[in-house]
């Protein structure tokens, strides 16, 4: 592995998940897949727990990924090769959804606004289950008005013309939220979408945009 992520790893007494993930983590270190662990008792050291914004153990730090709950040896595995190539945004936010820690993907995406565009691929996977799906949506939502939403309008409008009828229709709810009059331009033609909910999707939006 050419670039091993440091790990950072909060535990508590009485975890029962904690252990486990300890030893992966040091079979790991062991192994030279990790450079580093840090293990922090939060029973001990408080602040640790909140300077990483968690009440809840086992959680890592493996590179930029912040993890929270029981992952097996093949799972963190995974994560720390994906750290260590700089795997892409939406696998992590897809990660986060499926473990309904969606509060933690939008502190993500603040922190990180570069990676917004990650949901709009993450948007079009077939494999999402109606849990991420949801968590998207409701991303997109927490960020209405935003500067990064309005930034994204373009390549939103891109996903107007996508064959799918519910990518259609998504881009047009997103364009909507994103309150920007360029997304006009994009959700005019949509009007005459050969889909009944994309016409309505689209007319919600424009109404939204003019109020």
């Excluded at 109606?130 to 891109?158: C, D, I, Q, T």
Aim: charged share 25%; hydrophobic share 40%; glycine share 8%.
């Amino acid at each position: 592995m050419n670039n091993p992520p440091d790990t950072l790893l909060l535990i508590a007494p009485g975890c029962p998940h904690c252990q486990s993930v300890l030893a992966s983590l040091t079979e790991l270190v062991k192994k030279g897949e990790i450079g580093r662990l840090e293990v922090i008792n939060i029973a001990v050291h408080p602040e640790a727990a909140r300077e990483a914004g968690t009440r809840s153990v086992p959680w890592m730090r493996i590179g930029q990924y912040e993890l929270a709950g029981n992952y097996s040896l093949g799972e963190i595995r995974e994560w720390v090769e994906k750290a260590a190539s700089g795997a892409e945004a939406g696998d992590y936010i897809k990660e986060l959804l499926e473990q309904q820690q969606m509060d933690r993907a939008m502190d993500y995406l603040k922190q990180h606004p570069e990676e917004l565009a990650a949901l709009l691929d993450l948007m079009q996977r077939e494999d999402n289950s109606l849990g991420v799906s949801f968590g998207v949506s409701a991303l997109f939502e927490e960020l209405a008005g935003s500067e990064a939403l309005k930034a994204l309008v373009p390549r939103l409008g891109e996903l107007t013309h996508a064959e799918k009828a519910n990518t259609r229709g998504d881009a047009a709810y997103y364009l909507g939220l994103s309150g920007s009059p360029e997304a006009r331009a994009w959700l005019e033609p949509l009007l005459d979408d050969p889909q009944e909910d994309v016409r309505e999707i689209a007319r919600e939006a424009l109404e939204s945009l003019s109020e």
